[in-house]
């Protein structure tokens, strides 16, 4: 059963801008913390963004004020707004909850950020 589907990545200049999407198991959203992770190649999965089930929000230090995310509880969906991208932003990004679920990583959807 596919729990996390995550989609909107692609190729992209730098400071240019993307929004991605997670449709997610209504058993992985319905009462937890969500969030956005992302690997490099050659790095380990690291935190993004994190928002509660009220809408209050973290960010890692290198995305303040650059990645917005969000969530539509009666979709079951987050959303991650990445705007001013650069090229350290090339990744894979995954939605799961917070702390993750290790059984529930969906396949991801690959960011570029290159000009």
């Known amino acids: 059963q596919v729990k996390l589907v995550e989609s909107g990545g692609g190729p992209v200049q730098p400071g240019g801008s993307l929004r991605l999407s997670c449709a997610a198991a209504?058993?992985?959203?319905?009462?937890?913390?969500m969030g956005w992770y992302r690997q490099a190649p050659g790095k380990e999965r690291d935190m993004v963004a994190v928002?509660?089930?009220?809408?209050?929000?973290n960010y890692a230090d290198s995305v303040k004020g650059r990645f917005t995310i969000s969530r539509d509880n009666a979709q079951s969906a987050i959303y991650l707004q990445m705007n001013s991208l650069k090229p350290e932003d090339t990744a894979v990004y995954y939605c799961?909850?917070?702390?993750?679920?290790?059984?529930?990583w969906g396949q991801g959807t690959q960011v570029t950020v290159s000009s």
């Open positions: 928002i509660g089930l009220g809408g209050n929000r």
């Open positions: 799961n909850s917070y702390p993750p679920n290790e059984t529930s």
């Open positions: 209504t058993s992985i959203f319905r009462f937890n913390v």
